[in-house]
């Protein structure tokens, strides 16, 4: 039974810091393709951070430079580091766990369709 716990939101000012973590048990964090997607109300959910089953990393555009996914394999968790934070950065934020992997040039779809999903986590700027 795969289980994914995000934990890390909150609320903080324009500017600010926060880092997302998200716990696997039942899954193996290590060499997997596994991200973070974001959903604002009335909005789509969209990719924001990525790493590929060929440990590769991706951002989306809006967050280049200024978050950072990483994985600790010992502790079995994701994490998101989010630096700079905006208001438009606002969001619920979901960490996925691909059932088989991802790579290329589709990553997020790839992950998006395919994935195991934990609860979500608020993040909001003001």
């Known amino acids: 039974h795969v289980q994914l716990v995000e934990s890390g939101g909150g609320s903080v000012q324009a500017g600010g810091s926060l880092r997302l973590s998200c716990a696997a048990s039942?899954?193996?964090?290590?060499?997997?393709?596994m991200g973070w997607f974001r959903q604002a109300p009335g909005k789509e959910r969209e990719g924001v951070a990525l790493?590929?089953?060929?440990?590769?990393?991706k951002y989306a555009d809006s967050v280049k430079g200024r978050f950072t996914i990483s994985k600790d394999n010992a502790k079995n968790t994701l994490y998101l580091q989010m630096n700079s934070l905006k208001p438009e950065d606002t969001a619920m934020y979901y960490c996925?766990?691909?059932?088989?992997?991802?790579?290329?040039?589709?990553?997020?779809?790839?992950?998006?369709?395919?994935?195991?999903w934990g609860q979500g986590t608020q993040v909001t700027v003001s």
């Open positions: 790493i590929d089953s060929d440990n590769n990393i």
């Open positions: 996925a766990a691909a059932y088989f992997g991802c790579w290329g040039g589709t990553v997020f779809s790839q992950l998006s369709r395919s994935a195991y």
């Open positions: 039942g899954y193996t964090v290590n060499n997997r393709c």
